[in-house]
């Protein structure tokens, strides 16, 4: 059986443009030919077949580290988690190139949580016949000894993402193929189908018994329990301190009573500061223990380990490191019998060998240079795909400026941005970013940039209309060959000059804000471009907040729940924005772990955000993929092959 999309959930797992067109008009019909008996041949098609080995250029060291590491800081490496990653299975995964959620050893749909006023849980059933490599049964066992373990180590980075011990309280098993999960607090989607059920899942009778002399040297549960005590200690204390603080301010210094209070909050404070320093020396104690343990548990070998992901390993021979096909995978069966990662020192090298036949994708993290593009373009053996990644740049402003403050303000500066005029500006390498969301399966499609698809003069007559009826004047009123100049705002106070920062590391930002300056200028507002160290930028808007517009950029994660974590809450973000309605709308996403209740949230928290603007979408950089002899299910994916690892188990042999 061969499933349209192979395993990619830790891909999708460890891995942050919509243009109005016109309709061309249509083309006359053609003359209906009178009816024959011909018999209208029918073209053969050429099927795929099974090849023996993709061969994929890599560009970096590869180092074989267990599980426990690879997820975890310890092991955290582009090249280990493109070559190994995929050996282990997950409950569910984001299937390319929408990132839908399916099913992989887990049956049906994601459960649904159970929760009461106390806590809440939920059980999760696994497909009956699936077995490791060794042959062995995939059971709940598997699944509870892996979450556990992990919860117990409390180890970090994805790990920690999928078995959040903040969140998960334990996992048990119900019976043979039922797993049941306890959560200590009310998880969210980005807790539960973004984190649990995507976890990596390891073999149980394999790591058990290798793992038990490791567990011993874990810090003992009382000491954790002292810890958390001692913290609810310390937050009770502060609180009254605070509260005996306030009271003397409505008492009479050098009263009795003033005294007296005086003398308790002192006294208070010493027994707080008591505490604290107990508090730290536990907590100490605690991070040492489980830090050496984390350090045994990393150490551990990893030979012959069962695995149950489309691919597990076969050998690693000096440049070489070669993956065998697993059909036992309930992730489908991959083109190839196996995959060959060849080690090149530098990217012209692997550039070299994809022309000569040698290799047949090409894996860069860094993406492939702007010089070797045209380089390849002309190779029509050679593909060259290019698609849009998850690092995307906004444009900020500082609603504390109350020139700034101003939606509509917002609304006719992003008429005069053209997304595509300005990508054009920047060489091919970004791409239009139409809305807060790159990813299809929560991207509100039906919202759109101002102006969007319009000309440049009717960008211009547009961005006029939002100002002048919203009670904005000019002394000269800007028009299609006429700079605006003079303009006021409701109050009829000209507006002043502002200050669009951006960092002097990133070169299209630079580019962006000069044709941002331009077009403002058109409209008659005025912006100086000032070009700051990387850090002092980041310093003035997340610090001081001392700035009037900024240039920002991030890498925007799967799960879109920076969209809330930008602005809520209000008084802590770093635009003092406090949009109508943005908190509640946050609130209610919050409280909801059904994902199509969620994406509703998501879509009005987008609108919100739109109608706003407290930060413009820009562009996203781009990044090019090559490769030959194969093709893939999708012609574009969020951040490229590359993203996903190169997507062995979905390449398809060009017969």
Same mark, same amino acid.
């Given at each position: ?166 969140v998960l309280d334990r996992a048990e098993v119900l019976n043979r193929t039922v797993v049941k999960f306890y959560f200590k607090t009310r998880p969210t989607v980005a807790d539960w189908q973004y984190g649990v059920l995507q976890g990596p899942i390891v073999n149980r009778a394999y ?74 020396? *536990? %907590? /100490? &104690? ?7 343990? =984390?350090?045994?548990? @990393?150490?551990?070998? #990893?030979? $012959? ?72 373009? *002309? %190779? /029509? &053996? ?7 990644? =998850?690092?995307?740049? @906004?444009?900020?402003? #500082?609603? $504390? ?255």
């Amino acid at each position: 059986m061969r499933p349209l999309f192979s395993s990619l959930a830790l891909a999708a797992f460890f891995l942050s443009a919509c243009v109005a067109t016109t309709t061309p008009e249509p083309l006359p019909a053609p003359a209906t030919p009178a009816p024959t008996n011909t018999p209208v041949p029918v073209a053969a098609t050429r099927l795929p077949q099974r090849m023996p080995m993709l061969r994929v250029a890599i560009l970096g060291e590869i180092t074989t580290t267990n599980v426990w590491a690879l997820f975890d800081e310890s092991g955290a490496d582009y090249w280990n988690n493109a070559t190994q990653a995929s050996y282990w299975p997950s409950l569910y995964y984001l299937a390319p190139p929408s990132l839908d959620l399916q099913p992989a050893t887990a049956l049906g749909q994601p459960p649904a949580l159970v929760c009461d006023s106390v806590n809440c849980t939920a059980t999760v059933t696994l497909q009956s016949n699936l077995r490791w490599t060794d042959g062995s049964p995939f059971t709940a066992k598997d699944v509870v000894f892996t979450v556990n373990t992990a919860l117990q180590f409390r180890l970090g980075l994805n790990w920690q993402r999928a078995y959040n011990p903040d969140v998960l309280d334990r996992a048990e098993v119900l019976n043979r193929t039922v797993v049941k999960f306890y959560f200590k607090t009310r998880p969210t989607v980005a807790d539960w189908q973004y984190g649990v059920l995507q976890g990596p899942i390891v073999n149980r009778a394999y790591w058990q018994p290798r793992i038990a002399n490791v567990v011993s040297l874990l810090p003992d549960e009382t000491l954790l329990q002292t810890i958390l005590e001692l913290e609810g200690e310390l937050a009770q204390m502060h609180a009254d301190v605070d509260t005996l603080n306030l009271s003397l301010n409505t008492m009479a210094p050098g009263s009795a009573i003033y005294t007296e209070i005086s003398r308790n909050a002192q006294n208070l404070q010493d027994d707080l500061n008591s505490v604290y320093n107990k508090l730290t020396k *536990n %907590r /100490s &104690e605690y991070e040492t223990k489980l830090a050496e343990a =984390r350090g045994f548990l @990393f150490e551990l070998a #990893n030979t $012959n380990e069962p695995t149950l992901g489309p691919w597990k390993f076969a050998s690693s021979i000096e440049e070489r490191f070669e993956n065998q096909v697993n059909f036992d995978s309930p992730f489908g069966d991959p083109w190839f019998d196996s995959v060959r990662y060849i080690t090149y020192p530098n990217q012209s090298a692997a550039v070299r060998a994809l022309e000569n036949d040698e290799v047949d994708i090409i894996l860069e993290p860094g993406n492939i240079s702007s010089g070797v593009v045209p380089q390849l373009e *002309n %190779r /029509s &053996e050679i593909i060259l795909s290019r698609n849009a990644t =998850r690092s995307a740049r @906004f444009l900020a402003f #500082n609603h $504390n400026n109350p020139y700034l403050a101003d939606p509509v303000l917002h609304r006719a500066l992003a008429c005069m941005i053209n997304p595509q005029a300005l990508v054009e500006e920047l060489g091919g390498d970004a791409a239009p970013l139409p809305g807060f969301v790159v990813d299809d399966f929560w991207r509100y499609e039906e919202l759109s940039l101002p102006c969007t698809g319009t000309s440049e003069d009717a960008r211009l007559t547009e961005a006029v209309r939002l100002l002048t009826e919203a009670g904005y004047s000019w002394d000269k009123v800007p028009a299609s060959d006429v700079n605006g100049s003079g303009l006021k705002d409701t109050d009829g106070n000209i507006l002043p000059r502002f200050t669009l920062l951006t960092p002097q590391q990133d070169a299209m930002r630079d580019v962006a804000a000069k044709y941002i300056a331009q077009k403002a200028e058109t409209l008659g507002l005025t912006i100086g471009v000032k070009i700051s160290d990387s850090d002092d930028l980041l310093y003035v808007v997340y610090g001081s907040r001392d700035y009037d517009m900024a240039l920002l950029g991030w890498r925007l994660s799967v799960y879109p729940s920076y969209l809330c974590e930008w602005f809520v809450p209000a008084e802590q973000n770093p635009f003092v924005y406090n949009g109508s309605n943005l908190v509640s709308a946050c609130e209610a996403w919050n409280q909801v772990n059904d994902l199509e209740r969620a994406k509703i949230h998501a879509f009005e928290v987008q609108s919100i955000l739109m109608q706003d603007l407290p930060l413009m979408p820009l562009f996203v950089a781009v990044r090019y993929d090559a490769y030959r002899n194969v093709r893939y299910p999708f012609s574009e994916v969020v951040d490229g092959l590359t993203g996903l690892y190169g997507a062995p188990a979905l390449a398809i042999p060009i017969p």
